[in-house]
């Protein structure tokens, strides 16, 4: 016998996506399970008691904070074993996507408890959906480090992922994290930024790094709300002739053991190790063959 998947059932965890902004972004089966928990775990119970007063709908609730999560999964999993019903959202968008959640959800599993999730309104599928770019592939990161050289630290290895890259962001951090964004990706690397998704003020603005920055600077309305910054993906490495860098090459493989040969030249032409390594290979077959 099939449940029906309009009903809300005993003992379920539901993962409920409520709006990032126009409240008529929650959808009909979201408002069906929050009217039927029978406790609602909310990030921030004002928040929360807000959007389901424009429903009509009085819940109660307890706080599931990044502080308490752990302590309060136990609780919540407690309430449900024993048959309740209960609705987990965050202040906005979809619980456990950069908001407290994944720990309950996580201990839901854990002690055999069914865990719905129940799609709706996200941030970041909402920035992809309008960037214009392929996102056939895409990494989401989520926020980055507040301070500069952690935050550089961290795009390093990513800046030339041959995927879209998506970030969160605040706006007291915005200039700078476009300004190391582009000190990093490069000026010239389309980006795509989205501001108050969803909201009277929504911006969605698409161009190069270093343009962005300097708008940004420009325009003081830009500097506030929420953030989602999507970075097209890194341009395909030209692809070298075999010889390119034998001039380099193939004195440090007649002198040097293979990998020091390779690390060596590496950081002479900046090419890339693994096409440096195979050269290499040829290089001393070739020249072992002289020698015999």
Not at 167 to 173: G, I, L, Q, T
Not at 200 to 227: I, M, Y
Not at 238 to 244: C, H, N
Request: proline share 7%; net charge negative; with cysteine.
């Amino acid at each position: 016998m099939h449940t029906d998947p309009f009903i809300a059932v005993k003992s379920t965890l539901y993962v409920v996506a409520t709006p990032i902004g126009n409240l008529r972004d929650l959808t009909p089966r979201a408002l069906d399970i929050l009217a039927a928990a029978d406790v609602i775990a909310a990030e921030d119970t004002r928040v929360t008691g807000l959007l389901l007063k424009q429903f009509g709908l009085s819940k109660p609730m307890v706080s599931l904070r990044e502080h308490n999560e752990r302590a309060m999964a136990e609780r919540l999993v407690a309430r449900l074993q024993a048959g309740d019903i209960v609705a987990q959202v965050s202040d906005a968008g979809t619980p456990g996507v950069s908001d407290p959640g994944a720990q309950l959800a996580a201990a839901a599993h854990a002690a055999g408890i069914k865990v719905v999730p129940i799609p709706g309104a996200s941030a970041l599928t909402t920035a992809l959906s309008g960037s214009g770019f392929d996102c056939a592939h895409s990494l989401f990161y989520g926020f980055l480090p507040p301070k500069t050289k952690q935050r550089r630290d961290a795009l390093a290895p990513l800046a030339s992922l041959p995927y879209l890259t998506v970030f969160y962001e605040a706006p007291h951090r915005i200039v700078e994290c476009l300004a190391d964004l582009a000190e990093v990706y490069g000026g010239d690397r389309k980006a795509l930024l989205a501001r108050e998704l969803t909201k009277t003020f929504e911006t969605l603005r698409r161009a190069p790094l270093a343009e962005l920055v300097e708008w940004v600077k420009a325009d003081s309305n830009q500097q506030r709300g929420e953030f989602v910054l999507v970075l097209d993906a890194a341009p395909p490495a030209p692809v070298l002739e075999a010889s390119t860098h034998d001039q380099v090459l193939a004195p440090l493989v007649a002198e040097l053991p293979l990998k020091q040969a390779v690390a060596l030249a590496q950081s002479i032409t900046g090419a890339a190790r693994n096409a440096l390594y195979e050269r290499a290979l040829e290089l001393k077959n070739a020249q072992q063959n002289q020698q015999d």
